[in-house]
C-alpha cells in the first residue's frame, strides 16, 4: 500500500525566501507524481505533474524534482510571495495506473 | 483549461436532504472516474472508483447506500450524498483517468465544498 508523507506539516517564512517542501513515498513503482495548492475553503489547483520517466519539471518560480529511487520529490518555490500562502500537496499515481494516493499537505505561510 | 469540470463548487443542504454533485469530463470520454473526501487536517482519500455502466467500487469503511454514485455516461459522474448530516460536511473532489492521455495521467476536477446545516 502507497504511503505518502509530506514534511514539514507546516513552515512559516519571511517573504523573498527560498523553500523546499518535501514529499517522500514508500512504493516508488509510480507513474506519475503530481503538487497541488489548496487555498483555504478552494479547490485544488495543479501546479506541476512529473512523470516517471522525468527527473524535474519546472513551472515560473516553482520546480519539482522526482528521485523515483529514493521515493521522494521536493517541490521548490523561489522568492516566496504572500499569495504562496497556502496547503501544498503532493499526489502518486501509482497501483494500476488508477490510485492515487494524497499526502497530508504542508500550510506554508508566507509573511509579508 | 479545464479537463474535468465539477458542480457545484460550494453547496449548503439543510440535515436530511440529498445533495448531487456532477463531475463531467470535457472534450473526452472517462471510462472511470474516482471520488476523494477530506476530512478536516487529514489528506484526501478515495472513497470510490466509477465505473461507466457498472456499479461503483466503494473503499473500506465508505458507505455506499450514503454516498451513491452513478457513472451513467462516458462523460458525466454524479455523487449524491443521501440524508445528509453536519459530519458529512467536507470537501469532496472528483477525478478521472484518461489512458494514454499525459502519460496517464488522473485529471481533477475543482473540488466541491458541501456544507450541512
Known amino acids: 500500500k502507497q504511503e505518502v508523507t509530506q514534511i514539514p506539516a507546516a513552515l512559516s517564512v519571511p517573504e523573498g525566501e527560498n523553500l523546499v517542501l518535501n514529499c517522500s513515498f514508500t512504493?516508488?513503482?509510480?507513474?506519475?507524481l503530481q503538487w497541488f495548492r489548496q487555498d483555504p475553503g478552494k479547490g485544488l489547483t495543479s501546479l506541476l505533474l512529473?512523470?516517471?520517466?522525468?527527473r524535474e519539471q519546472t513551472s515560473g518560480r516553482l520546480n519539482a524534482s522526482l528521485d523515483k529511487s529514493s521515493g521522494r520529490s521536493t517541490l521548490y518555490i523561489a522568492a516566496s510571495q504572500p499569495g504562496d500562502s497556502a496547503t501544498y500537496l503532493c499526489?502518486?499515481?501509482?497501483?494500476?495506473?488508477?490510485?492515487?494516493?494524497f499526502g497530508t499537505g504542508t500550510k506554508l505561510q508566507v509573511i509579508p | 483549461g479545464a479537463v474535468v469540470s465539477q458542480h457545484p463548487s460550494r453547496v449548503i443542504c439543510k440535515s436530511g436532504t440529498s445533495v448531487k454533485i456532477e463531475c463531467r469530463s470535457l472534450?473526452?470520454?472517462?471510462?472511470?472516474m474516482f471520488w476523494y473526501r477530506q476530512f478536516p487536517k487529514q489528506s484526501l482519500m478515495l472513497m470510490a472508483t466509477?465505473?461507466?455502466?457498472?456499479?461503483?467500487?466503494?473503499e473500506q469503511g465508505v458507505e455506499k447506500d450514503k454516498f451513491l454514485i452513478n457513472h451513467a455516461s462516458l462523460t458525466l459522474s454524479t455523487l449524491t450524498v443521501t440524508s445528509a448530516h453536519p459530519e458529512d460536511s467536507s470537501f469532496y473532489i472528483c477525478?478521472?483517468?484518461?489512458?494514454?492521455?499525459?502519460?496517464?495521467?488522473?485529471?481533477f476536477g475543482e473540488g466541491s465544498w458541501l456544507t450541512v446545516v
Open positions: 472534450d473526452f470520454q472517462a471510462t472511470t
Open positions: 466509477s465505473n461507466e455502466g457498472s456499479k461503483a467500487t466503494y
Open positions: 512529473i512523470q516517471s520517466s522525468q
Open positions: 499526489a502518486v499515481n501509482s497501483g494500476g495506473y488508477q490510485k492515487v494516493t
Open positions: 477525478s478521472a483517468f484518461i489512458p494514454g492521455h499525459g502519460g496517464n495521467t488522473i485529471y
Open positions: 512504493d516508488s513503482a509510480i507513474y506519475n
